[in-house]
């Protein structure tokens, strides 16, 4: 009977130990944000990359990766369960959720992909557009969605 209360105990012992861990790695906004944005930044460079456009290269370069982080700090959400937390980017009336976070460090899911990407970066350009010298704004066509090829 001894022996089987040891082990309870022992089991008892490292569920705590793994439940405190969880609580004090949980990530703050901060570790999301982070997170967010190399995602981000790496899913717009595949963009870039594939149109092979050098001003929409230079203008996110400039403006784009600002206005982004002003987004994710205006846009995104962190809901903390203290043991796990799970980021979301709430935009157009909808809610996102992109991630969990847990143990120090964030994963970012499938769910932040050029769809839910698409829509912010839309906005994203039109603000781009509108800090350009005027004579650019004729020439600088920044649909980074725009993937289909023209046969």
Do not use: C
Not at 11 to 20: D, G, M, R, T, W
Not at 126 to 140: A, E, I, T, Y
């Amino acid at each position: 009977m001894g022996r089987k209360t040891n082990k309870s105990a022992l089991i008892f012992l490292i569920f705590i130990v793994i439940i405190a861990i969880a609580f004090f790695t949980n990530p703050d906004k901060e570790a999301h944000k982070e997170a967010i944005i190399e995602k981000t930044d790496q899913i717009m460079e595949e963009i870039i990359a594939e149109r092979n456009d050098a001003i929409s290269s230079t203008a996110w370069e400039l403006a784009g990766k600002k206005l982004l982080s002003e987004f994710i700090d205006t846009n995104v959400t962190v809901d903390n369960y203290y043991l796990f937390s799970i980021p979301k980017v709430n935009w157009d009336g909808n809610s996102y959720p992109i991630g969990v976070g847990a143990f120090g460090k964030v994963y970012i899911t499938k769910h932040l992909n050029r769809d839910v990407v698409q829509p912010i970066l839309n906005d994203m350009e039109d603000k781009v557009k509108d800090l350009l010298p005027d004579f650019f704004k004729g020439n600088f066509d920044i649909n980074l969605y725009n993937t289909q090829k023209n046969n």
